[in-house]
């Protein structure tokens, strides 16, 4: 198959599966079904697009495609009845959307987020899940996010997806007084979407922004939703922080380029400034309630401290680090307790840092702890060390731009 078509294929899929496998879920019920048959038409776009070309809309191509399927199938069955005959029809039909409404969410992908989080399901089953179908992400790169096993992952989505349909699980979104049971879920998942597109765990590129804008659109649905919810819109000013560096995170190869050596008059100043609004709101829900601050509220708060310093040099690393000390009172991880060294080096020095960080337990198999490891080593003139460091890095890593990076490191190491 041709390259270009296949690179095409993938990329429509990553920005498109989710609004596919919503609008099909919304048609037929059926969570399973509607992925199934997304996947169907995806097959059908690889056999039929490298030689007919690719459509104007290959979007609405791929969710024509699949409706048929589902009427063929449904046309196929002994048992077929008015409901499947009435279905169809409807499947055929194109009606106009009303428009949105925050007490009637009529977005079709938020609506599956909050099927995918239902109570019916385990957590685990919730995020596994609404990353595998709203997200896009693959089984691996699932597995990333949650640190555990492709097979793990597997059985997770396969568990959900026979839950919902056993449980008749309808295509609706919940009523307020059920918000709150669902809410933390839907966050996380948000987040991880997030994430993944942020600093990709696998693959070529080192920012996937078709990721990142559809989990800031959908933070920012959600926060219009729950107004009063602090923890949606600290996530949403995480998000728009850190998207607001996307032109000066990479160069013109797509390589990375770290924070202290970005270029900040390529911040986007207008994103930054809305990041500082919606902490805002989120600080004034959490004042009105009087309780203390969140997760999401609290990263945004350290993304804010990087977002409006005029330099690494001026940065407030003494309140960052502060920050990272309430972070993890609250929501303790060992790659916190590692950012949080990273914040401490630049406020008391690399060597305090080392020795926190030599401390640091659960992060075995990450290229994130040699990565650190190499970065502080290199600060006190241990050059072998590092070296070593930044090639076991390079070795961990499943990102090939992280991985050039790591390794031109470790090279320079070697050099010195």
Request: charged residues 25%.
């Amino acid at each position: 198959m041709d390259t270009g078509v296949r690179e095409t294929v993938d990329a429509v899929w990553r920005m498109e599966a989710a609004k596919i496998v919503a609008t099909l879920t919304r048609a037929v019920g059926d969570v399973g079904m509607a992925e199934d048959l997304a996947a169907d038409a995806l097959v059908d776009a690889l056999t039929q697009w490298p030689s007919a070309g690719v459509p104007r809309n290959p979007g609405a191509w791929l969710t024509t495609v699949a409706k048929r399927k589902a009427i063929d199938h449904w046309r196929r069955q002994d048992t077929l009845g008015a409901k499947y005959t009435e279905l169809a029809r409807d499947l055929e039909t194109h009606l106009d959307e009303p428009a949105w409404d925050p007490d009637h969410i009529d977005d079709d992908v938020l609506r599956l987020i909050f099927v995918a989080a239902h109570p019916v399901l385990s957590r685990e089953n919730q995020i596994a899940l609404t990353l595998r179908i709203v997200g896009g992400l693959t089984t691996e790169e699932i597995a990333r996010a949650f640190l555990t096993s492709k097979a793990t992952v597997a059985q997770r989505i396969v568990r959900a997806k026979k839950t919902l349909a056993e449980a008749q699980v309808p295509f609706e979104v919940p009523p307020r007084d059920e918000y709150p049971h669902r809410l933390s879920a839907v966050l996380s998942v948000v987040y991880l979407i997030y994430n993944e597109g942020y600093s990709a765990s696998f693959g070529q590129r080192w920012i996937r922004d078709e990721l990142c804008r559809e989990a800031l659109r959908l933070g920012r649905v959600l926060a219009a939703l729950v107004p009063d919810e602090p923890e949606a819109h600290g996530l949403v000013a995480l998000m728009e922080f850190q998207t607001s560096r996307f032109a000066a995170r990479t160069d013109a190869d797509g390589r990375p380029i770290l924070l202290e050596d970005q270029d900040r008059a390529k911040w986007d100043r207008a994103q930054i400034g809305r990041g500082v609004a919606a902490l805002h709101r989120a600080a004034t829900a959490i004042e009105r309630r009087g309780t203390g601050w969140g997760p999401y509220a609290l990263q945004a708060a350290l993304a804010e401290c990087h977002a409006t310093a005029p330099s690494t040099a001026e940065t407030d690393w003494h309140r960052i680090v502060t920050i990272y000390d309430a972070l993890l009172q609250i929501a303790p991880s060992p790659v916190v307790e590692l950012n949080r060294a990273v914040a401490v080096a630049m406020d008391s020095g690399p060597q305090r840092a080392l020795d926190i960080v030599d401390g640091l337990d659960g992060l075995a198999d990450s290229y994130l702890l040699p990565s650190v490891r190499g970065e502080l080593l290199s600060r006190l003139g241990r050059t072998e060390e590092a070296a070593a460091q930044f090639e076991r890095a390079a070795a961990l890593t499943d990102n090939d731009r992280e991985r050039e990076v790591l390794a031109d490191k470790a090279a320079r190491m070697r050099r010195r």
